[in-house]
């Protein structure tokens, strides 16, 4: 080992390439290789989101209609079927909480659970949710349960 077979050790040299715009002797002078005119030779350009060279972008294209509420909660729903299931297959017992559900993969432990009445249930059960259907909470109740709005 000497000094003229001395190398940077690989992959730490970063080599960018010809620097543009130096003058005609650099090989990229002139136009920086930036071609003729128009607004990507110019400096400060930077190409919008969604811009297809002045037609007339397709988010502007397609027709909007209705409402969307930005305060809009959404709920994961969870029929009495399913809670019946969970009974027969004995994964839970007389208690069904926001923690088990997630347990069971049934919700995420954001989200806010609402239960809905598909089905029936045999059995009672303490379910606990942030908000219950109508028929959710009657059925629940006439089967000896009790519906907790969390």
Known sequence: MSLENLSPAKGSNKVAGKRLGRGQGSGKGGTAA?????????????????????????????????????????FRGINLDTIQDLLTDKKIKKELNIDLLVELRLAHK??????????????????????FSASAKTAIESAGGEAVII
């Open 34 to 74: 930036r071609g003729h005119k128009g607004a990507k030779s110019r400096s400060g350009y930077s190409k919008k989101i969604g811009f297809e060279g002045g037609q007339m972008p397709l988010q502007r294209r397609v027709p909007k209609f209705g409402f969307k509420n930005i305060n809009r909660k959404d």
């Open 110 to 131: 954001n989200d806010s659970v609402k239960i809905l009445g598909r089905g029936k249930l045999n059995s009672a059960i303490k379910i606990s949710a942030h908000k």
